[in-house]
Nanobody, 123 residues
């Protein structure tokens, strides 16, 4: 069994910053690629960002490029998503994922999902 636990969500004003973290645990020794999706109310899940197993490569959705930074300290089982200049359309449940490739952008390509953490961008 694989568990992904997210933390760091909350309420932030437009233009503000927030940091999300996700830690993976479970039986498999190799964690592989990890990343984030988000789902706004009434919307489909949307790819946000992915990072390779060694933390050296990242991939971002165009909508967050230049504002979000995904990192994986020491190529470990925890990833951090630094979100800056947040916009109201960033309000969503952000879910951590594990998969085979950090460049996969479709939900069905990820086997393991966290429960998600709410991010609300509002004044």
């Amino acid at each position: 069994q694989v568990d992904l636990v997210e933390s760091g969500g909350g309420l932030v004003q437009p233009g503000g910053s927030l940091r999300l973290s996700c830690t993976s645990s479970g039986r498999t020794s190799s964690v592989g690629a990890m990343g984030w999706f988000r789902q706004a109310p009434g919307q489909d899940r949307e790819f946000v960002s992915g990072i390779s197993w060694d933390g050296r490569s990242t991939y971002y959705a165009e909508s967050v490029k230049g504002r979000f930074t995904l990192s994986r300290p020491n190529a470990g089982k925890t990833i951090d998503l630094e979100m800056k200049n947040l916009k109201p359309e960033g309000t969503a449940v952000y879910s951590c994922v594990r998969g085979s490739s950090y460049r996969n952008v479709h939900p069905h390509e990820y086997r393991y999902w966290g429960r998600g953490t709410q991010v609300t961008v509002s004044s």
